[in-house]
């Protein structure tokens, strides 16, 4: 079994900064995709950003040129670096990861989700 544990949300001014991580645990894993997803009151669950093992991203239209998905392979840990903050960016975030366990086929995982607040 594989854990996903995210840490970083809380309350910031329109503008301001804030950075989510998130580390896999667990024992015989291969870690494929990791990605960031958010879910804002009332509108469905959406990608913000992905990454391949390889390092290939993939951003929503939406943060494109403010956000910043990065991963540590060595630490089965993928952070999410979030500048130029806007209130529309206020939603729980979640952490996925495409998993291997045992060389069984890849299974998606999530994390529990951390609020991320953008207000005045």
């Known amino acids: 079994q594989v854990q996903l544990v995210e840490s970083g949300g809380g309350l910031v001014q329109p503008g301001g900064s804030l950075r989510l991580s998130c580390a896999a645990s667990?024992?015989?894993?291969?870690?494929?995709?990791m990605a960031w997803y958010r879910q804002a009151p009332g509108k469905q669950r959406e990608m913000v950003a992905d990454?391949?093992?390889?390092?290939?991203?993939n951003y929503a239209d939406s943060v494109k040129g403010r956000f910043a998905i990065s991963r540590d392979n060595a630490k089965n840990t993928v952070s999410l670096q979030m500048n130029s903050l806007k209130p529309e960016d206020t939603a729980v975030y979640y952490c996925?990861?495409?998993?291997?366990?045992?060389?069984?086929?890849?299974?998606?995982?999530w994390g529990q989700g951390t609020q991320v607040t953008v207000s005045s």
């Open positions: 996925y990861a495409q998993v291997s366990v045992s060389s069984w086929a890849p299974r998606d995982y």
């Open positions: 667990g024992s015989r894993f291969s870690i494929y995709v």
């Open positions: 990454i391949t093992n390889g390092g290939r991203t």
